[in-house]
T-cell receptor
Framework: DTGVSQNPRHKITKRGQNVTFRCDPI?????LYWYRQTLGQGPEFLTY????????KSRLLSDRFSAERPKGSFSTLEIQRTEQGDSAMYLC????????????FGEGSRLTVL | EDQVTQSPEALRLQEGESSSLNCSYTVSGLRGLFWYRQDPGKGPEFLFT???AGEEKEKERLKATLTKKESFLHITAPKPEDSATYLCAADTGNQFYFGTGTSLTVIP
């Protein structure tokens, strides 16, 4: 098992474009989380899935953001009509079946909106 | 409101100079308190989990402790390779609430 994988690692886009990030969690983990992190800040919760069900979504999450986990395996996070304020590191993490123990993080996808 | 606060924001130590990082938490229904290390441009890397007040965990030069309101990460005789941002997070079962981290620099 190679851990949590995220793609792309870096994305530069122009304001107004749509971007999509992919996360492949550790295979037996049923919970998958998305976080956003800006420089000098801790990870900020965006949303999480248990299997294919999206169970919680941050109230701060704009409706330009949407996440899916169609078959309970990989997940995608799409940002529509990107804004400069969306520039951040987007982190994916997964957690084991028992929902105890640590979150395992991927290396993140860094988004720069010009 | 569930909240995690870390202090100091930044810490510079001479190699071998021991110190402690603080993590204060206010959450309803704490399931566990986690410490992570994060290197620049990388995802957080798990260090410790603490589940109950009085619990301690150790790994090399690091020791984490937990009370009912806060956790400490003690660094004994740090080395330059310990330089990183240290994050703590409170698990409520549904979410992990992260602090803003302490950026540690160890000077040779």
């Amino acid at each position: 098992d190679t851990g949590v994988s995220q793609n792309p690692r870096h994305k530069i886009t122009k304001r107004g474009q749509n971007v999509t990030f992919r996360c492949d969690p550790i295979s037996e983990h049923n919970r998958l989380y998305w976080y956003r992190q800006t420089l000098g800040q801790g990870p900020e919760f965006l949303t999480y899935f248990q299997n294919e069900a999206q169970l919680e979504k941050s109230r701060l999450l704009s409706d330009r953001f949407s996440a899916e986990r169609p078959k309970g395996s990989f997940s995608t996070l799409e940002i529509q009509r990107t804004e400069q304020g969306d520039s951040a590191m987007y982190l994916c993490a997964s957690r084991s079946l028992g929902n105890t123990g640590e979150l395992f993080f991927g290396e993140g996808s860094r988004l720069t909106v010009l | 409101e569930d909240q995690v606060t870390q202090s100091p924001e930044a810490l510079r130590l001479q190699e071998g100079e021991s110190s402690s990082l603080n993590c204060s938490y206010t959450v309803s229904g704490l399931r566990g308190l986690f410490w992570y290390r994060q290197d620049p441009g990388k995802g957080p890397e798990f260090l410790f989990t603490l589940y109950s007040a009085g619990e301690e965990k150790e790994k090399e030069r690091l020791k984490a402790t937990l009370t009912k309101k806060e956790s400490f990460l003690h660094i004994t005789a740090p080395k330059p390779e310990d330089s990183a941002t240290y994050l703590c997070a409170a698990d409520t079962g549904n979410q992990f609430y992260f602090g803003t981290g302490t950026s540690l620099t160890v000077i040779p």
